[in-house]
């Protein structure tokens, strides 16, 4: 059995996807990095998805503290999201960009976007370049119910 | 801390979501339906993570198999996805919408559809009211590179 490579990446691709900021911390640090590999996986109690790579700074605090914000970013803020996409010099640089407040979680919710969930993570696999979180939404901050931003209107590609 | 339900529901709906057919075999059964909960998960190994709602009677297919296929549908096929989604009265009853040719894993790949990938779950997280699968592409046909259909076109919701 031989995968058919451009079949599967044109496949995956076509599978929509958003672009979130999600936001950690771990005692006096923070830091945050563009997600875009988000899912819902229940109703009850409320679970979201997400897919982390296994090799960025953010994952080993999300699995040490296992809690993350979901931040819901809108339509116009292509240009935050690629804030947080870039490489960054030190934890925490990131939000020289934006402001944020602390949520009841601890964790920094954007002021600026549509809003934020807090999530406490409930169980994880670990298998490919990326680590999948279950996570359940334990507190929610909507600041502006708009149009959200999501990948294929920025023309960006992640996934294949 | 007390989660602020209509927040909780007006960020949840902001995720982008998909809608594709998830076909099942078991034995001489075959069955399908569909899905939207549905995200990429690693590149290397490629997977993809499918919610799937606990009380179905595929979920206990895929359970059993360990295996699915994802059909991806175009944007045109809508009440394809609509007969899916509703009360079968028999496993199979469904096909009779839409012909299909079994793949190499012996899971029926939609002939009209822009094509599927036949995955192998890795693992599974099971927690609220839909399972969780984490499940790795082994084979792709793409028949058609066109647009794909997602929940938001629809006027449907699915999430929240």
Redesign the interface.
Known sequence: ?E??????K???R?????LFICTVSEGEEINGFTAS?????????????M?VRADGSSHGMVNRTKKFCLN?LRSDQKELAAVFFKPQKGLGGRFESTAYTFG??GLPILDDA????ECKV??S?E????T?F?A???????HN?TE?L??SSTGWSY??
Do not use: C, R
């Open positions: 059995m995968l058919n490579l451009e079949a599967k044109t496949l995956l076509k599978i929509p996807h958003g590999w988000v899912t819902q996986g229940s109703f009850n109690p409320p679970l979201v998805v897919a819901v009841e979680l549509i809003g934020g969930v409930i169980n696999v298998h490919g370049d990326h999948v279950v359940e939404v334990l507190t929610a901050v909507l119910d959200a999501n990948l996934g294949g």
